[in-house]
């Protein structure tokens, strides 16, 4: 039997690097070698290449959206697209390199399950290479692939692919995979390269396409964010009162003793809609056997393994608005379904983007920014550390004036 979309998984993954490493060009390359672009939209991006005047049809076109991307040949914003194998389904974020858009980063790579971080072979471990790393680093994600482009540049050298995997080696990275590829020709990219016969590995859509990460989930802890309280109060369901919410740990059966957070109330879950099983990421409806007070925004948890009820956390944050943060600050915090008020107690620490260590004690944050800071929180709020959950441990920072989102932040502690 064949595989439809609909039957696989779905995976989401970043890609990222240096200036010019050629992310935006393997992005075109993955989507024309696997027949995801219409006939027209290949024939417009010809017409485009020939105007330029390449001698080859720039795939990067296809995924530099903005008129500034274009004319500058950078990505600036970043591009979601979306493909289909017969083995998976993914979710592509196209993250730009410059450092002045890390926040663009950050936000790529807070949802995704793999990186794949591109360099170009003749340069190797660069600056913005460690900075990406260590990005995708604190924010845990768990699968690394570092595609090592343009070896038609330097030969097809393995001498060269085997420095730079030694350089990748101190970065420290999670679930690391090296792949040689040139994106321009398409070699390992989503067919076997016949230039580099020393390669024994996988081509890179093939690794993509068998990574695991059903065992990313978070199946220890039962967390359940209530997302809406469904009370039809019709003739027909006069008593029904049922939590709805996507799933963020654990394995949920009917049965299963709760706690509600923050209020402490204690109950079993005595229906989960549908199915009688929920696993994150799961979007259900769970039924409790006792008519307690629970409302959007609370938690139902595992009682053996609470997550920590506090009015204090301190967190890593990447900043994201024009206007600096400074301490004594007021903001929206919105962490799962939940929502609160807090007070910027202290910035602890500000990262060096260059040597990548923390600096303790500054005066504020600027644009694109990573530091740690203390918040002060006017109602509590159940959370994990984001080591152990990347659900309940990521939050984002709201200016209640504007409604911007002007933070991404990670807890450390609470």
């Known amino acids: 039997m064949s595989v439809t979309s609909s039957e696989t998984d779905l995976l989401r993954l970043v890609t990222c690097g240096s200036v010019d490493d050629g992310k935006s060009t393997l992005i075109g390359r993955l989507l024309y070698d696997t027949k995801q672009i219409f006939v027209d939209q290949m024939e417009h991006i010809e017409e485009a290449s020939r105007r330029r005047g390449h001698d080859y049809v720039d795939l990067a076109l296809l995924t530099d959206g903005l008129r500034?991307?274009?004319?500058?040949?950078?990505?600036?914003?970043?591009?979601?697209?979306?493909?289909?194998?017969?083995?998976?389904?993914?979710?592509?974020?196209?993250?730009?390199?410059?450092?002045?858009?890390?926040?663009?980063?950050?936000?790529?790579?807070?949802?995704?399950?793999?990186?794949?971080i591109l360099i170009d072979a003749r340069n190797g471990v660069v600056e913005q290479t460690r900075r990406h790393a260590y990005i995708t680093t604190i924010l845990r994600v768990p699968h690394i692939t570092v595609a090592i482009n343009k070896m038609d540049l330097v030969g097809w050298s393995r001498e060269r692919y085997d420095e730079i995997?030694?350089?990748?080696?101190?970065?420290?990275?999670?679930?690391?995979?090296?792949?040689?590829?040139s994106a321009l020709t398409g070699d390992n990219v989503v067919e076997q390269s016949e230039n580099m016969p020393w390669y024994d590995g996988p081509a890179l859509l093939e690794h993509l396409e068998t990574i695991e990460i059903a065992r990313d989930r978070n199946l220890d802890a039962r967390r359940f964010p209530v997302q809406w309280v469904i009370r039809p109060m019709s003739a027909e369901h006069p008593d029904y009162r049922g939590y709805a919410g996507s799933v963020a740990g654990g394995i949920w059966r009917p049965g299963d003793e709760v706690v509600v957070l923050p209020s402490g109330l204690r109950s079993r879950v005595e229906a989960i809609e549908p199915g009688d099983v929920a696993v994150p990421p799961e979007s259900v409806t769970i039924r409790l056997a006792d008519d307690i007070d629970v409302s959007r925004g609370d938690m139902l948890a595992d009682p053996e393994r609470p997550p920590t009820v506090t009015r204090e956390v301190?967190?890593?944050?990447?900043?994201?608005?024009?206007?600096?943060l400074e301490p004594r600050a007021r903001l929206a915090v919105k962490q799962t379904t939940r929502a609160v008020?807090?007070?910027?107690?202290?910035?602890?620490?500000?990262?060096?983007?260059?040597?990548?260590?923390?600096?303790p004690g500054p005066n504020r944050l600027e644009l694109n920014d990573i530091g740690v800071v203390r918040l002060r929180l006017s109602e509590p709020l159940a959370v994990d550390p984001y080591a152990d959950s990347r659900e309940t441990g990521a939050f984002i920072l709201i200016d209640e004036a504007t409604n911007d989102t002007v933070a991404a932040g990670m807890i450390l502690s609470a």
């Open 341 to 359: 008020r807090a007070v910027v107690e202290e910035l602890v620490s500000l990262t060096d983007i260059h040597t990548l260590t923390d600096v």
């Open 314 to 324: 301190e967190a890593r944050i990447c900043w994201m608005s024009e206007r600096p």
């Open 165 to 181: 995997a030694r350089d990748l080696e101190s970065l420290g990275l999670a679930d690391l995979h090296v792949i040689p590829i």
């Open 68 to 116: 500034a991307e274009r004319e500058q040949g950078i990505t600036i914003d970043v591009a979601y697209r979306s493909f289909v194998t017969p083995r998976r389904r993914f979710q592509l974020a196209d993250a730009p390199g410059h450092v002045q858009y890390t926040r663009n980063m950050v936000t790529g790579a807070s949802t995704a399950h793999v990186a794949v």
